[in-house]
């Protein structure tokens, strides 16, 4: 059976583009598949950080994904750096990733563009994807359209070791999520907390209506009885991931027709939306109440991560001649 592997930066508070473009489908899959979902925290230490931020972001951010779906009796939770064979296998893998492989990245040109100095790790970061991936023998990774690079240069990593000492590492493929790409509320760039654009996944009522309320409908909708058009409005995009099939019929026939402005469209989503998110609410809150229930789940989802770390590990040093862990 396939095996699973995801992870997820702790760079900030978990939104709608995040849920619909990862979390929800994590939640699916893992019933479908063996599947280890990782806070890669790691990865979140490349630019300029706060550490005492960082330690509570990551664990707001498990806190989350318990809350949205994913359940610690099926799939295996844990943070990156709890498991320690994660940076040593990048090692490993830098002395088989060609330098041009990793300058060529289109994240790492678009980012080192906007740095006064560019940091190694920089440069580095997607031969620890590759490690975080192939650590468990992940052979299916469901990924952003903005990841696939990254995910092709593991293939490239995973083909490079196999042919110096022996088949081991699948060459794990891409799966896209049905939700590519979440537009934020200003209608223009990718939802994305920086940008100021998006709706928290654990925000109350009042501040979900607050932030959808303004968003961009159809531009060129400028009165209540000006006919709209469905398709190029994000709003009814997100009908799309919040209502059902007979809402989205009603939605988009009232808004072609110009039987109803934009507002009420606005307050139909919400509604939606509210019935989906108030059980993550309420979950949420109630790992809050518990903290020791999240200590538990995590530490549940190390121990089975690590142990498969550890099984990869001495698989490969022996296969390449170096010293067994003590």
């Known amino acids: ?38 806070v890669v925290d790691y990865h979140a230490i490349t630019v ?56 060529r990245q289109t994240q790492f040109k ?28 992940a052979d299916v990774v469901p990924v952003g359209e903005d990841q696939v690079q990254h995910l092709e240069l593991s293939r490239v990593i995973a083909r490079n070791w196999n042919a110096r000492f022996g088949e081991y590492f699948p060459e794990p493929q891409p799966l896209l999520t049905p939700t590519r790409r979440i537009v934020g509320l200003d209608g223009q760039a990718k939802m994305s907390k920086s940008m100021q654009n998006t709706i928290g996944l654990l925000d109350d009522a009042e501040t979900t209506w607050a932030r959808l309320r303004p968003a961009v409908t159809d531009p060129q909708r400028v009165r209540k009885t000006d006919p709209g058009r469905p398709e190029v409005c994000n709003v009814f995009a997100l009908h799309g991931a919040f209502s059902d099939a007979a809402t989205q ?21 919400h509604e939606a939306m509210e019935r989906e998110l108030v059980p993550i609410r309420t979950r949420a809150q109630a790992l809050r109440d518990e903290p020791q ?20 590990i001495a698989h490969v040093k022996d296969a390449m001649g170096l010293a067994p862990a003590g």
């Open 293 to 312: 229930r999240l200590d538990d789940a995590l530490a549940d989802g190390t121990r089975y991560a690590r142990a498969a770390a550890r099984e990869t």
């Open 48 to 103: 300029a950080y706060d550490p005492a931020q960082l330690r509570q972001r990551t664990r707001d951010l498990a806190l989350t994904l318990f809350a949205a779906g994913l359940d610690p009796a099926v799939c295996h939770v844990f943070v990156q750096s709890t498991v320690p064979e994660h940076t040593e296998l990048q090692w490993i893998f830098n002395t088989v990733t060609p330098l041009g492989e990793l300058e």
């Open 249 to 269: 019929a009603d939605v988009a026939t009232r808004c072609r027709t110009a039987a109803w402005g934009c507002m009420d469209c606005k307050k139909v989503l």
């Open 1 to 38: 059976m396939s095996r699973v592997f995801s992870g997820i930066q702790p760079s900030g508070e978990l939104h709608i583009g995040n849920y619909l473009g990862a979390v929800k489908n994590w939640a699916a899959i893992q019933h479908r598949h063996p599947s280890f979902f990782c």
């Open 110 to 137: 678009d980012k080192a563009q906007r740095q006064e100095q560019v940091m190694a790790g920089l440069l580095n970061y997607p031969v620890l994807q590759a490690a975080d991936i192939l650590l468990y023998r």
